[in-house]
């Protein structure tokens, strides 16, 4: 993942900053089943910092 990697070459953390601008989401599921997977991966929950939806 080139995010990472550069995180890491730079000695640096991981940050994801996101607005998924879906303030009237009416699925309650859909956060976990959508950014959850991505969020679960196992890369990424190793490196990742901070996520904000």
Do not use: C
């Amino acid at each position: 993942m080139k995010i990472i990697d550069l995180a890491r070459s730079k000695n640096k953390l991981v940050v994801l900053f996101t607005e998924t601008e879906l303030e009237n989401v009416r699925d309650s599921t859909w956060f976990m089943q959508n950014l959850g997977s991505v969020l679960n991966d196992s890369i990424i929950r190793k490196e990742l910092s901070y996520a904000m939806v």
